[in-house]
């Protein structure tokens, strides 16, 4: 879905969505390095956050490039999609491997694409049972298990997390505490699977945790139920 391209009007660098789908919660990163006669060069990485990549779109990450066409740079873009989580990672060995695209219906010039070097789909079920692990933890556990092989996989995953806890604890306590989101996630599970839940405050940290993992990994409101019913209930 996601690519990662360079226009060569203005060498500017750029995170295309070509599908007609939206895509949510992107959190991205880039960094390179290059070796000039006997010194080894190495570049600060960057990271970025897109709250909404719309469908057929694209966001400019640099305005000028060209400075690293001596370089190899690797990329990495996580992103919530109708499909799930995806984590697509990306190599540009200075100019060597870059696809040249003459026609493109989002740029009015030609432009070189990144090639893509690997694309894996995260289960969404790691996230809700890293969560469901322990419930009423307020920060990301970074010991758990599933959280280091999420990092393993890529160092994006703790950005994601990080905000998916602070997420949780604005239903609870923040911003959010008093959203409707929170009643109807509870008026439907309750009347779905005639279940009561009990007024306390472990209730209401169990809903508010429910109804962030439901927004943020763009869930629909029966599939989260299935997953409270599954997993954490």
């Known amino acids: 879905m996601l690519q990662f391209v360079i226009s060569k009007e203005k060498y500017s660098l750029c995170l295309v969505n070509p599908s007609k789908e939206d895509v949510q919660e ?3 990163k880039y960094s390179g390095h290059t070796t000039r006669g006997n010194i080894y060069y190495k570049f600060e990485p960057i990271q970025m956050y897109i709250g909404t990549l719309y469908g057929e779109s694209y966001a400019i990450l640099e305005e000028s490039n060209s400075y690293n ?13 109708e499909e799930g989580i995806v984590l697509k990672k990306f190599i540009r060995r200075k100019m060597e491997n870059m696809i040249t695209i003459d026609a493109h219906p ?20 790691d996230i809700i049972q890293l969560v469901a692990n322990d419930i009423y933890a307020s920060k990301a556990p970074v010991d758990d298990p599933i959280y280091q092989q999420l990092i393993q996989q890529s160092e994006l995953f703790e950005d994601f997390l990080d905000n998916l806890y602070s997420e949780m604890d604005s239903y609870y306590r923040g911003e959010n505490r008093n959203s409707l989101k929170k009643w109807e996630f509870t008026n439907f599970i309750e009347s779905e699977y005639g279940i009561q839940l009990e007024h306390s405050e472990g209730a209401e940290i169990i809903i508010a945790n429910c109804v962030a993992l439901m927004m943020k990994l763009n869930l629909p409101l029966p599939k989260m139920a299935e997953y ?4 954490i209930i």
């Open 106 to 125: 989002f740029f009015t010039n030609s432009i070189w694409q990144i090639e893509e070097s690997s694309n894996e789909q995260i289960a969404m079920e």
């Open 228 to 231: 409270f019913m599954e997993y």
């Open 26 to 28: 992107v959190y991205l």
């Open 69 to 81: 066409f001596d370089t190899t740079f690797n990329y990495e873009v996580l992103f919530v999609c």
